[in-house]
């Protein structure tokens, strides 16, 4: 029961960064929540979108994996991996708190799997 929280909420803070990365990027909200300037989300508002549909991808890859079925842990456990590495890549590369946003809450996923909670 707990992995499968940990896992939906994994999924579902990818989904909400889809949607600042692909629809608040240059509204308010978004440069809000990024900390960015105009300018900034202006001239990577393409690189934006696509980052933005991968974390949708991420998310559609876990909430399959909480869906019944003969594959559902190999799901949730190869998605979760791709998470950990995406956060612990972002954390090394764009901001520290890409670790415990994004890579944190995927690795406790992770190993409430592996103690079967």
């Known amino acids: 029961m707990i992995a499968t929280v940990l896992t939906a ?3 579902l ?3 909400y960064i889809l949607i600042l990365e692909m629809f608040l990027w240059q509204k ?3 440069l809000k929540a990024l900390g960015l300037s ?3 989300a202006e001239q990577t508002k393409t690189l934006a979108a696509n980052q933005g549909l991968y974390n949708g991808f991420l998310a559609a890859g876990l909430i399959y994996g909480l869906m019944p079925g003969p ?7 190869f998605f ?8 612990v890549y972002g954390a090394a590369t764009a901001s520290r708190k890409i670790l415990f946003i994004q890579a944190l809450p995927a690795a406790l ?3 409430a799997l592996g103690l079967n909670l």
């Open 9 to 11: 909420l994994v999924a």
């Open 13 to 15: 803070i990818h989904i």
């Open 28 to 30: 308010p909200a978004g």
């Open 38 to 40: 105009r300018e900034f």
């Open 71 to 77: 594959h559902a842990l190999a799901f949730k456990v």
């Open 80 to 87: 979760l991996i791709c998470v950990v590495v995406a956060g």
């Open 109 to 111: 996923a992770l190993i």
